[in-house]
């Protein structure tokens, strides 16, 4: 007899491949994780579509546009976006220059800095 014993819930089951049911179940987990998120302002229960409308949200929330050099490219072009609460904070909000490339890492960047007001949910098939 080939396979896995595993005793759950009371009942002892002889598992033929336990390699494959755990492959499916990584599948499922990790089509999960991809699905396409959003960024959402809880107040109105909006979608950030464009930094035109997060800029203005971050703005209500006191967060002002920061221009220190980090964010330039040799040839002065700006790269990022980056907001900060107040100069006795340490908070910085940087963003990529381009909303093509925000991505969930900057939500989750959002969320933290601002609890109550942003969430990221899965987009809406």
Request: aromatic share 8%.
């Amino acid at each position: 007899m080939a396979g896995v014993w595993v005793f759950k819930d009371g009942v002892t089951t002889l598992v033929q491949n336990p390699l494959a049911e755990s492959q499916d179940a990584r599948n499922q987990r990790v089509s999960r994780s991809l699905r396409r998120k959003v960024l959402v302002y809880v107040a109105t229960d909006e979608t950030i579509t464009c930094y035109n409308d997060l800029e203005e949200k971050l703005l209500e929330l006191g967060w002002k546009p920061y221009r220190g050099g980090a964010g330039l490219d040799a040839g002065g072009q700006q790269l990022l976006r980056q907001y900060h609460k107040s100069s006795s904070t340490l908070d910085l909000i940087s963003l990529p220059h381009d909303f093509a490339n925000f991505e969930t890492r900057h939500m989750y960047d959002i969320v933290v800095k601002n609890r109550n007001a942003f969430e990221v949910r899965d987009a809406a098939a």
